[in-house]
């Protein structure tokens, strides 16, 4: 069984920058991919970026260039930098584990491990 623990949500106002934190319990961590998902009041949840435990990294259209996932193995943690905040970047963020390296990483029903999930506002 893994633990997911999020942090570093908050309110920020648009142009600014958080950083989000998932730790992990557990010592298979490093073969995990990693994966952030959010989710808006009254939508479905969606895929945001996941690292791969070999180095690749995949995101959504909606943040690339200005969200940075990235991992920290012996630490057990994954972060997701988050830069350049808009109002529609508002949503829970949620940590997700997949046991698989798989190609895909973009698909939620792969990740059986999740987190409590982290609330980010982004005021106008």
């Known amino acids: 069984q893994v633990q997911l623990v999020e942090s570093g949500g908050g309110l920020v106002q648009a142009g600014g920058s958080l950083r989000l934190s998932c730790t992990a319990s557990?010592?298979?961590?490093?073969?995990?991919?990693m994966g952030w998902f959010r989710q808006a009041p009254g939508k479905e949840r969606v895929f945001v970026a996941a690292?791969?435990?070999?180095?690749?990294?995949m995101y959504a259209d909606s943040v690339k260039g200005r969200f940075t996932i990235s991992r920290d193995n012996a630490q057990n943690t994954v972060y997701l930098q988050m830069s350049s905040l808009k109002p529609e970047d508002t949503a829970v963020y949620y940590c997700?584990?997949?046991?698989?390296?798989?190609?895909?990483?973009?698909?939620?029903?792969?990740?059986?491990?999740w987190g409590q999930g982290t609330q980010v506002t982004v005021s106008s």
């Open positions: 997700a584990a997949d046991r698989f390296a798989r190609t895909t990483m973009t698909s939620l029903s792969n990740y059986v491990y």
């Open positions: 557990g010592r298979t961590f490093g073969g995990y991919t």
């Open positions: 690292i791969h435990p070999y180095g690749g990294i």
